[in-house]
């Protein structure tokens, strides 16, 4: 049972174009989401987070925007470079718990 | 600031066989954890380590799987036997723990590929 699910596989953007990574989760308990940098061969760096007291967090090109109603979550990336080419993946913690759980990640490819 | 460090960088070993992976946190981390991530797949939480203590092994197979820290700093995961879908990158991440850095991130070491043929 996929409690963080990341429905596309694969995103494929033109450079300097919007990329948007989607998110849904289905444990309403969940009330601190993540969004997670990998490239080949390396471990996941952590990129932005949100808590469920807010619904958009800004970092550079970086925005997560967060719909406690429809549990949804998204990450936009503007303008969208070739080394943003990586897998993107969502996690999302309880309250108290320090473990996220992670989806199966989204691949993005941005075009020169 | 030094990152995660793990040990090996790649594996290959044979069914039944054991294998063993280890990881030195950042320093100053009370937290750590084992993550199993299998091609196509999130990270699977194994286990997580708050100091030298188990705080969560629900998902380690602990048949065949184990995992130590003995004085609160390196961590060493091992498999034995292995078995075919055991193949997986092993990924340690650490983080600061206690309640005043919850919204802290993990952070990842580049992991350990393992195969078993």
């Known amino acids: 049972d996929q409690q963080v699910k990341q429905n596309s596989p694969s995103l494929s953007v033109q450079e300097g174009r919007i990329s948007i990574l989607n998110c849904d989760y289905t444990?309403?308990?969940?009330?601190?989401f993540l969004w997670y940098k990998k490239y080949p061969a390396e471990g996941p760096t952590f990129l932005i987070s949100?808590?469920?007291?807010?619904d958009k967090n800004e970092d550079g090109r970086f925005t997560v925007f967060l719909n406690k109603s429809a549990k949804h979550l998204s990450l936009h990336i503007v303008p969208s470079q070739p080394g943003d080419s990586a897998v993107y993946f969502c996690?999302?913690?309880?309250?108290?718990?320090?473990?996220?759980?992670f989806g199966r990640g989204t691949s993005l490819i941005v075009h020169p | 600031e030094a990152g995660v460090a793990q040990s090996p960088r790649y594996k290959i070993i044979e069914k039944r066989q054991s294998v063993a992976f280890w990881c030195n946190p950042i320093s100053g981390h009370a937290t750590l954890y084992w993550y199993q991530q299998i091609l196509g797949q999130g990270p699977k939480l194994l286990i997580q380590f708050q100091n030298n203590g188990v705080v969560d092994d629900s998902q380690l197979p602990k048949d065949r799987f184990s995992a130590e820290r003995l004085k609160g700093v390196d961590s060493t995961l091992k498999i034995q036997p292995a078995k075919l879908e055991d193949s997986a990158v092993y990924l340690c991440?650490?983080?600061?723990?206690?309640?005043?850095?919850?919204?802290?991130?993990?952070?990842f070491g580049n992991g350990t590929r393992l195969t078993v043929t």
């Open positions: 996690a999302a913690r309880t309250g108290g718990s320090y473990i996220p759980t």
């Open positions: 949100i808590s469920s007291i807010k």
């Open positions: 991440a650490s983080s600061l723990g206690g309640q005043s850095s919850y919204n802290s991130p993990l952070h």
């Open positions: 444990n309403s308990m969940f009330d601190y």
